[in-house]
């Protein structure tokens, strides 16, 4: 089992950046891919963007391509989501997750752990 908690989100006027961080404990970091999703009021939970287990192979949602990076350090146990030309529509929950296994996927149902999730709220 992995343990996972979320960091930096917060309040930010559109067109801004935020980092959000997830630290992770329990198995070996360097096992498992990672993702993050989000979930709006209202709506269903949603793929963000994932990594595989040595950060060489990542994968994006159309919404957030090309503005948004995942980035991970194994040595720090910890997987990264650079956030920058926000929208409002990017306002959400986001939520790390570990994989099964090595790979990246878009599917939740293929991660075993969550984290608690973090705030992100982007003014117009």
């Known amino acids: 089992q992995v343990q996972l908690v979320e960091s930096g989100g917060g309040l930010v006027q559109a067109g801004g950046s935020l980092r959000l961080s997830c630290a992770a404990s329990?198995?070996?970091?360097?096992?498992?891919?990672m993702g993050w999703f989000r979930q709006a009021p209202g709506k269903a939970r949603e793929f963000v963007a994932a990594?595989?287990?040595?950060?060489?192979?990542?994968y994006y949602a159309a919404s957030v391509k090309g503005r948004f990076t995942i980035s991970r350090d194994n040595a720090k146990s910890t997987v990264y989501l650079q956030m920058s030309s926000l929208k409002p529509e990017d306002t959400a929950v986001y939520y790390c997750?570990?994989?099964?296994?090595?790979?990246?996927?878009?599917?939740?149902?293929?991660?075993?752990?969550w984290g608690q999730g973090t705030q992100v709220t982007v003014s117009s």
């Open positions: 997750a570990a994989a099964r296994d090595s790979y990246y996927y878009r599917t939740m149902s293929r991660y075993n752990d």
């Open positions: 329990g198995r070996t970091f360097s096992n498992y891919g």
């Open positions: 990594i595989n287990w040595n950060g060489d192979s990542t």
